[in-house]
């Protein structure tokens, strides 16, 4: 397995590194304060690949708090608001699209 | 039922405490990421979009009643209430704590439940028929041998690092249940001209990037040679096997580089050195395991019940029995199929509620067992046939009574990209919609028997290879899009799907499957000729014009 | 990168010598399989000990007509998930019966300990000083074993067998 930093960084735009924390599995976001956060508001945004590779270098020496840390691509809306910029984004910060069904009683 | 002795039981704690010194050292940072993963794969601990993903294992699909309560409990207090039960014969949860797992491995290892090895690269669950012991015309029960095997390959030391995953599946019936075919080895029971049990042994089997179909690499292998035989195959593939590139390093791809006949003479040379050693299995051993194995003691029934025969008049419970109630080797009784796929649920899932009253129903019903099966559903083995009118009511009351086994809203899929990080398209929504689309039970009978199968991914873990209709997510564009496959099946015909045309995206796959639907019946040349033969006769043509005149 | 043999921390009675220089006089040395096989009586007749470390990717037959004389083979775990050398080591112990030093060498850590015992090893040169010092206590991590392998240990088939049959002897 290559590690994330010898593969090659590409951005199409505003991006992030986000990754799962250790402990119970969470979906975390590197913060600007070499730090994670659960909230997507509170993730670093980085334009550039020398950004995201310094962010995601960063990241990566954090292996007790976080695993697989990686980076991926946001959408900012107007007035600032940070959204997931794919598919499986939308679904790591939402849970599951399905409804389960409950039993009836 | 096999009951675990003390030995069983000792392996089972000494490794949940093993996994609890592994996960305290990687949580202190005393163990790295890279040196841990394997370990926690050996544990059954995945980590997914969202959460770590639990995988337990439920050996050849066989619980006790008191083993699906602990499942139960271990939904309620360690996830979110409900597991999902897998293409082998295994349980997840999807929202698990790495560090509360060995709290969860020692809450299940009281009941005799592991998780030993249901992932990285080592073998895996044995899995088999989910009427072993019970269904007509069997040889023998093959739980036996797959106990012998699990034992056998359970913290091999030669065996836990190979080039990567290895699965084994076991049938004694002529009608194959385990699929035994896409298996890395798939092993058939039966006897030879001298009367002897042994196996027929295939190899190279398996889906996900190149599929395969198995080989045979020794149309007989006496029972008690089948453990050094198996060794000898494995220690061919640990040694020779690729581990240069991921996609390759299944024994499937060594068996098709060298050739069938390369292969079967390397490992009969590998063989022949170490033939008559400590591994050859005595009656006397074998023996042992079966005596381990206890089966119920049925009472004398008659063929058809009183309750039955009232019960007939009721066109719901008739439409019941007749889709998932199935022939008992012992008269009076009955082997009944729990559909785990309601109209517009998620395949293969159960609560913690459910689990619950069906430990209760196989306590009162079916001598407390229960049974998994390698399409999504469970089954109660032993049901007498005079308890059907009241167990379909209870059932019916949990959701556990669709009847819809082995019709076309059955369908096998895998968690897809709601859940796992391999995925690149979801599955189980579109299993929920064709569930809508086909709700009406009496078009899922008019259209029979009709396995569609759906994958998230190349990695096939719904098994789309080999699905009357199989359906592969892909992206294209960050968009989601499925290709269609007809004519797979996963039994003893094993045959690989063939692509109808190009992918479709999300929102039209349900139309697609309609529109082949409608082609087989317009096609068919009776209505029991089933979907995959009419495929078979006809070839993929006219489906093809039919889905893609208007796309 | 401490050696663990019997069970504890021991000093390399061999010297690893690189290819391409000198052997040190008579002493004890560890050489690559290339070296050896360049020329194996040369190193097998000097007065010191010889020791092999042989590929994970090469069948141990071109090694077995010298085992007698070998005091030291030592095989590779290249990274941990990388298995081949417990065949190799089964090989070399039940099938060739060498009854030498078998020394594991590599990315060697403490949770496959076990498993390399079991497979015949026994001296480790393991990665972590943390691992080398636990060794001990954690190769007494399991005590029941499903599968025979010739390290001796009784299977827990056989376990049964043994009770079944004391307990129809007590009958």
Known sequence: ?105 | ?551 | MPLVKNGMIATDALIHVPDGAELPGDGAVLVSAARFLENPEALLQRAGKTGVIWPNNRDVDDLVPFLDRLAVVALVFPTFRDGRAYSQARLLRERHGYDGELRATGQVLRDQFVFMLRAGFDAFEVKKESDAGAFALTSKRYSVFYQPTGDGRLTALHRRMQQRHSESAGQ
Request: hydrophobic letters at 40%; charged letters at 25%; aromatic letters at 8%.
């Open chain 1, 1 to 105: 397995m290559t590690s994330p930093l010898e593969q090659k960084i590409r951005i199409t735009g505003p991006s992030i590194v986000t990754a799962n924390r250790t402990f119970d599995g969470a979906v975390i976001y590197r913060t600007a304060s070499n730090g994670w956060s659960t909230s997507l508001s509170e993730a670093a945004i980085v334009r550039t690949a020398d950004e995201a590779r310094a962010l995601l270098t960063e990241s990566v020496a954090d292996d007790v708090g976080a695993v697989g840390p990686y980076i991926a691509p946001v959408e900012i809306k107007d007035g600032g608001k940070i959204k997931p910029g794919n598919l499986r984004e939308h679904i790591r910060l939402k849970g599951v699209t399905i409804v389960l069904l409950p039993v009836p009683a």
């Open chain 2, 1 to 551: 039922m096999y009951a675990y002795d003390e030995l069983d039981r000792t392996l089972i704690n000494e490794r949940v405490e093993e996994f609890r010194d592994q996960v305290k050292r990687r949580l202190s940072g005393e163990l790295t990421e890279d040196e841990f993963k394997m370990l926690r794969l050996q544990n059954g601990v995945y980590l997914q979009l969202h959460a770590y993903m639990f995988r337990i294992a439920i050996p050849y699909g066989t619980l006790s009643s008191k083993q699906l309560r602990r499942l139960a409990h271990v939904a309620r207090r360690y996830d979110r209430g409900y597991g999902h039960f897998t293409t082998r014969q295994n349980i997840q949860f999807n929202w698990i704590k790495l560090a509360e797992l060995p709290d969860a491995l020692a809450d299940l290892a009281e009941v005799g439940i592991h998780a030993m090895q249901t992932s990285g690269n080592n073998t895996r669950n044995v899995t088999s028929d989910q009427w072993a012991g019970v269904a007509p015309g069997e040889i023998e029960d093959p739980r036996i041998w797959s106990e012998l095997l699990r034992q056998y390959t359970t913290l091999h030391p030669e065996f836990s690092f190979l080039p990567r995953k290895f699965k084994f599946a076991i049938t004694a019936s002529a009608h194959d249940r385990a699929a035994i075919k896409i298996h890395d080895i798939g092993l058939r029971l039966h006897r030879n001209a001298q009367g002897e049990t042994g196996f027929e042994v295939l190899v190279g089997g398996g889906l996900g990037r190149t599929p395969f179909i198995g080989k045979t690499i020794k149309p007989f292998v006496h029972g008690r040679d089948i453990l050094s035989y198996v060794e000898a195959i494995l220690r061919v593939y640990n040694q020779y096997g690729r581990r240069d590139n991921i996609y390759k390093a299944r024994i499937k791809i060594l068996v098709h580089e060298l050739g069938i006949d390369k292969f079967a003479a390397e490992v009969e040379d590998e063989w022949l050195a170490m033939r008559d050693s400590a591994l050859t299995l005595d009656d006397a051993v074998i023996e042992e395991i079966r005596s381990r194995f206890s089966y119920p003691s049925y009472e004398n029934l008659p063929h058809m019940p009183e309750e039955l025969k009232k019960a007939a008049h009721d066109p719901l419970f008739e439409r019941w029995r007749k889709n998932s109630v199935f022939t008992h080797k012992i008269q009076g009784y009955a082997i009944v199929t729990l559909s785990l796929k309601p109209v517009g649920g998620p395949p293969g899932d159960a609560t913690a509620e459910q689990m619950d009253a069906l430990a209760d129903l196989a306590d009162k019903y079916s001598f407390g067992e229960i049974r998994v099966g390698h399409e999504q559903n469970l089954a109660l083995p032993h049901v007498a046939k005079r308890g059907l009118p009241a167990l379909w009511k209870a059932l019916d009351k949990i959701r556990l009574a669709t009847p819809n086994v082995n019709l076309v809203s059955d369908i096998i899929a895998c968690p897809g990209l709601d859940y796992c990080s391999l995925a690149n398209a979801r599955s189980i929504p579109i299993a929920q919609e064709l569930t809508r689309r086909f709700a009406n039970h009496d078009t899922a009978e008019l259209i029979g028997r009709l396995h569609i199968n759906i994958s998230g991914c190349i990695n096939a873990c719904g098994h789309h290879h080999v699905g009357h209709i199989g359906i592969l997510g892909v992206e294209k564009n960050g968009e989601e899009f499925y290709q269609i496959t007809i004519g797979g099946r996963a039994d003893e015909n094993a045959e690989l799907g063939v692509l109808i045309g190009p992918a479709v995206p999300y929102g039209e796959v349900a139309d697609v499957v309609e529109d082949i639907v409608e082609a087989y019946l317009a096609l068919r040349e009776r209505p029991d000729e089933l979907f995959v033969d009419t495929v078979k006769r006809l070839g993929v043509g006219p489906f093809r014009e039919r889905v893609y005149a208007t796309r």
